[in-house]
């Protein structure tokens, strides 16, 4: 049953084909096999899915169903899940237990999902490897001496690995589309503000969106929809009302317009990677589409204007931990500022320090025009040039990664490295724009991911172009060696 | 641009980050690349631009002013370092 997707796992539910507990076991069997390889969770929630699962079963029984009822998924760990270990891939957080449910987990927990476990992930989201994570590096099922993406790389690596049937995460610069590239999966980054940050641990407040790793757009769909909306809780999410994703995706493609932006096929991009790019819009093509040159000239600011805006939330966000009122404290503080000092000196990683001192710095009296108000400037630059393009395209597609996954340790050494591997992702995060990633081929016996970029609110169209895709190949039915 | 042992000392300080004096070199290089990268955005024309605060240009959501929480001190205090009779304990600030 684990080589089910998500949407045919919930229509056997529904039919009654499979019970939730059987299913739920299956899926913990798995991880209780594979995830000593992997290291994909950080938890595991085996006494509490199965009690969830027999809820859920009683719920069918009943007739008390809604589509996702009794389906298992996993969370990433930067979810707040009340009663559960909540770490953020931290050692700050290592002791935290959260008191309270993140709108995401209580909206899925309500539609009757049970919840597997927490997923490992870069150390507060800060990184593109998985390899930050207190907890340790995850491996790609697809080859075990690659990354597996960051920073949602445990969720990943559990739906990848087929420990999970989909997976959470979320993406402030790349961390779900990056991720379900590099392990042959379909990531969406909705609309900032489409679905609700509360409860989420907080990376960079204006860039930070939440959304989901899984097989196919219509697992997806099935997904966004039960997570997305207005929540009062979260003050940048946005009153406006869900649309039926699922019934969007048998949209005929005919008459789309596809924008290719010349910047994204420059310097950097492995030429096999351009290649897949251009096999899909055959496809797309075919399919009705008509593709359009386009150009973003302001794309060369994206990675820069990020590293000042990320940094720069960052440094402000995580001056929440100090010691005092919950997370890692340090032994025997001999007064106030030297509590919070080593409290947060032993706390936090490296990368999370250099985020941290960026942002500090960028931020402070005497450089915050040259680089921060630069930067927010910067930033209106990049978002205009996604404005403009749709007024002429209905979509803008591209690579969602410049190569497949790296080696572990490959890219460690210098971080303008392993920040120049989200190129294509940042400047969607910087404009609030949604984005998706679909498994495209591979390269390397390495899967690569397509990504398409739509305008505001428009994930409808999203979800639909990457279904009919899906219907026209089968990139996204493949499965790691050793995991069938 | 090179950041010197003292600026990156500093920064940590402001950060309140407690970083040991042999980790003081490696940040110092690696804060220089970073600021180096990002200095690119020098060459990007921005006179007439305003900085952009809203990716939607949304404002603040205001709510009515009324009570929606209730108290959970003891479930918070849970995680905390070090507690005593409700409050949270530090080093001592006055003396």
Known sequence: ???????????????????????????????????????????????????????????IKRGDVGVLTGVPLAHKDIFCTAGVKTSCGSKMLDNFVSPYDATVVERLRQAGMVLLGKTNMDEFAMGSSNETSFYGPVKNPWDPTRVPGGSSGG???????????????????????QPAA????????????????YGIIAFA?????????????????????????????DSTSVDRPVPDYTAALEHPLKGLRIGLPKEFFDQGLDGRVGAAVHAALTIYKKLGAEVRDISLPNFWLSVPTYYVVAPAECSSNLSRFDGVRFGH??????????????????????????????????LSAGYYDAYYLKAQKTRTLIRQDFIAAFENVDVIMGPATPTPAFGLG?????PITMYLNDIYANGVNLAGLPGISIPMGFVDKLPVGLQI??????????L???HQYQRETDWHGQIPKGFQ | MSLTSDEVRSIARLARLAISDQDIPRYADNLSRILDFVAQLDKAETASVAPMAHPLDMSQQLRADVVTETNQRELFQKNAPQVEAGLYLVPKVIE
């Open chain 1, 182 to 197: 590099l392990t042959g999966l379909t990531g969406i980054k909705p609309t900032y503000g489409r679905v609700s940050r």
């Open chain 1, 205 to 233: 407040s204006s860039l930070d969106q939440a959304g989901v790793i899984t097989y196919t757009a219509e697992d997806a769909a099935l997904l966004l929809g039960a997570m997305a909306g207005f929540d009062p809780r």
């Open chain 1, 453 to 462: 970029i739509g305008n505001y609110f428009d994930e409808a169209r999203l």
């Open chain 1, 1 to 59: 049953m684990h080589t089910k997707t998500l949407a045919q796992l919930a229509r056997d539910l529904k039919a009654r084909k499979l019970s939730s507990e059987e299913l739920t076991r299956s899926y913990l069997a798995r991880i209780e096999r594979f995830n000593p390889q992997l290291n994909a969770f950080i938890t595991v929630l085996q006494e509490e899915a199965l009690v969830a699962a027999r809820a859920a079963d009683a719920r």
């Open chain 1, 329 to 362: 404290r340090c032994e025997s503080p001999v007064d106030l500022l030297d509590l919070y000092t080593r409290s947060r000196g032993e706390g936090f990683g490296a990368e999370v320090k250099r985020r941290i001192m960026t942002g500090t710095y960028v």
């Open chain 1, 464 to 466: 639909c172009a990457a």
């Open chain 1, 155 to 177: 969720s990943a690596a559990a739906v990848a690995a087929r420990l999970a049937p989909a997976a959470t995460g979320t993406d402030t610069g790349g961390s779900i589309r």
């Open chain 1, 410 to 414: 490959e890219k460690t050494e210098d």
